[in-house]
């Protein structure tokens, strides 16, 4: 990997267009492609759900910031993630799971992939003996999300893929907090990375769309098998948009962590406030680990309310700045309730989050505002 992160960002899978010259990468919103003769394609291309020159710029720029060989792009994450599972599992197989998963991926394990024979175990990724005490002998993946969504948990990466390595299995990283700008988790021992492209990686709240990237010839042949059979691929669109959003990746992530540590330093000074739940605090229990695997610490930060759960309501319906919203990593600060929002599906389960919990994505608009913001939602 001679070249720097940003310039693989802006040039990865992208060269010249080869008919125009277009500097951008054009949208080739086409289903099929002309064959010179019966089979003979050109280039490679014979239908757009097995390859399209716009996803297949996606798919190479993803590999590179990833530090992989190949990159699937797909319809949305939980696509990518169903595409993954049905490629590396079979029924009867078992995978350990995280104990606070965002709650799309534990739905589709609790009640899609369940009723197709995958078990699951939920454990604490961020504690290694919890991981290795919920394996079992049918256990063929651990599936870790770092930092996790929404209690900004951390799994050591590299001792989880010594254990993975240990017992036969395949380590899973949703790499779509920390983004590859922040962690790479194949240079770490990870085996397949899982991204919502939705978030930081398209990071204009335009687009939804998920990505798969692996460093294994037979693990991208796998994919790549599914990824055609399956169908649930990005479209020309989608995959245009989201490597525009790329190009800026390295810019706006160091800008979203500038404006987190701003925020953090403002919300550790309140008395309303019981617990700041960020990577980049000393008093964060995976402090260490985070500082070890990640560049910096993200734009995501957690908070629980001595108020209450009508507290933390309360002030994701005082702010304006702040919009009031699913989904994260967009330009664009976000905030919202996990427990009736973004996690209501793990209500009752292993997986329910605190109610007296806020959730923000911090943006990239002007701290001083975002502080202001946040000060008259508090109430101050
Ligand atoms: C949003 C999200 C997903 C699911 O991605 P979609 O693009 O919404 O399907 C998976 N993992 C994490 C950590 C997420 O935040």
């Known amino acids: 990997m001679t070249e720097g992160f940003s310039t693989r960002a802006i040039h990865a899978g992208q060269p010249a267009d080869p008919v125009t010259g277009a500097v951008v990468t054009p949208i080739y919103a086409t289903s099929t492609y002309l064959q010179d003769a019966v089979g003979q394609m050109r280039n490679g291309y014979e239908y757009s759900r097995t390859k399209n020159p716009t996803r297949l710029a996606l798919e190479e720029c993803l590999a590179a910031l990833e530090e992989g060989t190949h990159g699937f792009a797909f319809a949305s994450g939980l696509a990518a993630e169903d595409t993954l599972l049905r490629a590396i599992c079979s029924p009867g197989d078992h995978v350990v799971i995280p104990n606070d998963a965002y709650g799309g991926t534990y739905r589709l394990f609790a009640k899609v992939a369940s009723r197709w024979g995958l078990n699951y175990t939920p454990a604490a990724i961020s504690d290694v003996d919890a991981v290795r005490a919920a394996v079992t002998d049918k256990t063929t993946v651990i599936w870790v999300e770092t930092p996790t969504n929404p209690l900004l948990n951390i799994a050591d990466i590299e001792a989880l893929g010594v254990l ?36 930081y990686v398209g990071g204009h709240s335009d687009v939804v769309g998920g990505a798969l990237i692996v460093k294994d010839e037979e693990m991208a042949a796998e994919l790549g098998f599914h990824q055609n059979s399956m169908g649930a691929v990005a479209s ?20 979203h962590c500038d404006n ?121």
């Not at 922040?182 to 021992?189: E, S």
């Not at 525009?244 to 160091?254: C, D, N, Q």
Request: contains cysteine.
């Open 164 to 199: 993975a390595r240990e017992i036969g299995a395949k380590l899973v990283v949703d790499n779509t907090f920390a983004s590859p700008y922040l962690q790479r988790p194949l240079t770490l021992g990870a085996d397949v990375i899982v991204h919502s492209t939705t978030k």
């Open 260 to 380: 987190a540590e701003r925020v953090v330093e403002w919300l550790a000074g309140r008395n309303d406030i019981s617990e700041i739940r960020y990577p980049g605090l000393t008093e964060h229990p995976g402090h260490k680990v985070a500082a070890a695997q990640m560049r910096r610490f993200g734009g995501m930060i957690s908070v629980r309310l001595r108020g209450g759960e009508q507290s933390a309501i309360d002030v994701c319906n005082r702010t304006k700045l702040f919009t009031l919203g699913e989904s994260l990593g967009g330009v664009e600060s976000l905030i919202e309730h996990p427990g009736r929002m973004t996690h209501a599906s793990t209500e009752g389960s292993p997986l329910e989050v605190p109610g007296d919990l806020l959730r923000l994505s911090v943006g990239i608009e002007d701290a001083e505002d975002l502080l202001a913001d946040l000060s008259q939602a508090f109430g101050d």
């Open 236 to 255: 020309p669109f989608d995959a245009w948009l989201t490597l525009r959003g790329i190009k800026t990746l390295a810019v706006r992530m160091e800008r």
